[in-house]
């Protein structure tokens, strides 16, 4: 029988949770998951409650930006994501670590007007207000104002088809700024209807922020980047054809920037920022002049491998869930950033580093190598190896002619049926 879902919403969690067993025929120790990973204050930031997803938190170390040494905080499941970080950003510290270039932190929005039969003439009228404007926007988060931020320009863009696009810039301080930016924008919105008599179709922060643009830079003497029997001149080389490929296929790029993303994310999700917001601004800067290509360069003349990465990474220190998140608070210190901007700039170079780690194995050794150790950690944990079993479980592993989930089951069994025997 389908369980009642009429107001799930305003159900208490007792009532959800036996709601869910009810549907999913869950058992007590099924239902007991939710208890173990609930935190009650998390009922305040989204609806319908039911527990936390835990995800591990680990520390990629080495990061040296900006003269400074970090430990970062990074939340992934995915297995070799901290080793590659570690490991690219070792390289890189041996070479002076990275650098980084910040020149702006501004947070995009816009407000849409459509069917303008002369949007240019009305694009005109609100330009020539363009001041007014700002007072409101300013008007309607005026503690952003009081710390320094605020309401900074206004643009106007004709889309084509009778659309109008108005973009208002601001500086969102410390924060990550889509709230603030979005009850400014309503406010404007509302001023532009008694401006113009016409209602805006949409107002809403643009995640695509050009405006809150931050590089990293390393150069690298090529002899630190020798893997194994591959001289370092030849790895550079390798690397910076790789970049190239990444440049002229969206099918490699794609790779290429997941690779790049994956210590990204990681760094925005430990410290309690949108990921989500991230993914779509960076993909987006990477398709800016009309093709995919790969985020980040690598160039090489045969001495050194120079390597940049630039990418909108507006993230914020204060506002939306870091408030009530202790350990994004707690990863900040372990950070040691005091700025929304320090914190873009550990990002920025965590990204490259997982870069370089990602294309130095893939030019030499392959990716396998290093993933499958820890792929195969994960193979023998879901099959049900226990930690006192898994050593040997890897061992066996690693020779065994196919290394799936069945074949990780039966090498369990046998060893356990050894034990038993042994035992006796
Ligand atoms: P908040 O709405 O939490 O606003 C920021 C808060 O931080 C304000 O309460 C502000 O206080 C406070 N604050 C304290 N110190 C500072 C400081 N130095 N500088 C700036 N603010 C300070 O968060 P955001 O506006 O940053 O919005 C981020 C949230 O919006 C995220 O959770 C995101 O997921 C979500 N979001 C994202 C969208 C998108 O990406 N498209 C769309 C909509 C929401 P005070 O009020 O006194 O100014």
């Given at each position: ?36 990973y609930?935190l009650?204050q998390h009922?305040e930031i989204i609806?319908?409650y039911l527990t936390d997803y835990p995800l591990p938190m680990g520390l990629a170390v080495?990061l040296?930006v900006?003269?400074?040494?970090h430990i970062v905080p990074m939340v992934t499941e995915e297995p070799s994501v901290i080793a590659a970080a570690s490991?690219g950003a ?84 410390a924060a990550m700024g889509a709230n ?27 995640n695509?922020a050009?405006?809150s643009?931050v ?42 920037n997941k690779g790049i993303m994956n210590g990204i994310d990681a760094v925005a999700i430990a410290s309690g920022n949108d990921w989500r917001a991230l993914e779509s601004g960076a993909h ?11 985020m ?13 990465l630039?990418l909108p990474l507006p993230v914020g220190i204060v506002g939306g869930s870091i408030k009530i998140n202790e350990l994004a608070q707690l990863n900040q210190r372990i950070l040691g950033i005091?700025?929304a901007g320090d914190l873009e700039r550990i990002m920025v170079a965590i990204g490259l580093a997982q870069n370089?780690?990602a ?15 820890l792929?195969?950690?994960s ?46």
């Amino acid at each position: 029988m389908t369980a009642d879902f009429r107001h799930f919403y305003q159900k208490n969690w007792a009532e959800r949770t036996a709601i869910v067993a009810q549907q999913a025929h869950l058992t007590p120790a099924e239902q007991a998951l939710f208890k173990q990973y609930y935190l009650p204050q998390h009922h305040e930031i989204i609806e319908n409650y039911l527990t936390d997803y835990p995800l591990p938190m680990g520390l990629a170390v080495n990061l040296v930006v900006d003269g400074v040494d970090h430990i970062v905080p990074m939340v992934t499941e995915e297995p070799s994501v901290i080793a590659a970080a570690s490991n690219g950003a070792k390289i890189v510290k041996r070479a002076g670590g990275f650098t980084t270039v910040l020149n702006q932190r501004e947070m995009i929005g816009q407000i849409v007007l459509e069917q303008l039969s002369d949007p240019a003439a009305t694009a005109a009228v609100i330009e020539a207000h363009a001041a007014a404007l700002l007072k409101v926007a300013d008007a309607a988060h005026p503690s952003l104002k009081k710390r320094g931020g605020g309401a900074r320009r206004l643009r106007t863009r004709v889309l084509g088809q009778g659309y109008l696009s108005i973009d208002l810039f601001v500086d969102v301080q410390a924060a990550m700024g889509a709230n603030m930016l979005n009850s400014m924008l309503e406010a404007v919105a509302k001023s532009i209807g008694v401006m113009t008599k016409q209602d805006a179709l949409l107002s809403i922060l643009s995640n695509y922020a050009t405006a809150s643009l931050v590089k990293a830079i390393c150069d690298i003497p090529v002899g630190l980047l020798q893997a194994g029997r591959y001289a370092g001149k030849l790895v550079a080389q390798k690397i910076a054809s790789a970049s190239t490929v990444a440049q002229l296929d969206p099918y490699r790029a794609t790779t290429h920037n997941k690779g790049i993303m994956n210590g990204i994310d990681a760094v925005a999700i430990a410290s309690g920022n949108d990921w989500r917001a991230l993914e779509s601004g960076a993909h987006a800067y990477a398709v800016k002049d009309g093709q995919y290509r790969g985020m980040s360069t690598w160039t090489s003349d045969g001495r050194m491998l120079h390597g940049e990465l630039e990418l909108p990474l507006p993230v914020g220190i204060v506002g939306g869930s870091i408030k009530i998140n202790e350990l994004a608070q707690l990863n900040q210190r372990i950070l040691g950033i005091q700025t929304a901007g320090d914190l873009e700039r550990i990002m920025v170079a965590i990204g490259l580093a997982q870069n370089l780690a990602a294309l130095r194995a893939l030019v030499t050794t392959g990716i396998q190598q290093g993933h499958m150790h820890l792929q195969l950690k994960s193979l023998a944990m879901a099959a049900g190896a226990t930690p006192e079993e898994l050593p040997v479980i890897l061992q066996r592993l690693e020779l065994a002619s196919q290394q799936d989930l069945a074949t990780t089951q039966q090498l369990i069994a046998e060893l356990r049926q050894t034990k038993e025997e042994t035992d006796d």
